[in-house]
């Protein structure tokens, strides 16, 4: 049986609940198939956030994004449960004030007024949305046919969560040559 699986950040504002976020995310039923903190760049965001450009909102909420280290995760669930709605029930709606009190983003995000996007988590909306957005932030990401992580990968590597699913080639590069990227 594949995985199923989706994409979703936490934003720099999370760096003390990050732990307990990631938490809840696997006590609900969660996978941790891949995790990486990085910052993000104002080119990923701009294409990310595309339709949201233009709008007055967009520079505050890139400096926002851009001035912390968001950890981005590829999670999966192993049951009948669509992943992307799952998620999408968990963390609640995107302006956290708006949320029920066990929802992530009622949580964790900010409850101030104009700072909507201070949410605490970005989860993707749709199956389609999943790929675009693995490909965008994991761009060495390679599918298994299975969804498994390999018995190689396991038994050498000692890390499920931060290299399940990447290519030998990419892993090998950054052994060797640490920040290698093509």
């Not at 910052?39 to 994004?65: C, N």
């Not at 399940?164 to 080639?169: D, P, T, V, Y």
Request: proline fraction near 6%; aromatic fraction near 12%; charged fraction near 25%.
């Amino acid at each position: 049986m594949t995985q199923k699986r989706t994409f979703a950040f936490l934003k720099p504002a999370c760096d003390r609940t990050q732990s307990a976020i990631i938490a809840e995310l696997q006590f609900a039923g969660f996978t941790v198939l891949r995790e990486e903190t990085r910052v993000l760049d104002i080119a990923t965001l701009k294409e990310h956030y595309a339709h949201h450009v233009d709008k007055p909102f967009f520079q505050p909420m890139a400096s926002y994004l851009t001035n912390g280290a968001s950890i981005l995760l590829i999670l999966s669930r192993e049951d009948e449960a669509d992943p992307v709605q799952s998620l999408r029930d968990l963390v609640g709606p995107t302006d956290p004030k708006k949320g029920e009190k066990e929802q992530i983003r009622c949580k964790y995000g900010a409850h101030l007024p104009d700072v909507i996007f201070m949410n605490a988590i970005h989860a993707s909306g749709t199956p389609a949305e999943v790929e675009e957005e693995i490909a965008r932030f994991f761009p060495d990401q390679i599918l298994s046919p299975s969804g498994k992580i390999s018995q190689w990968q396991r038994k050498y590597t000692g890390n499920d969560k931060l290299l399940a699913k990447r290519s030998l080639f990419f892993w090998f590069s950054g052994l060797f040559f640490p920040g290698f990227s093509l």
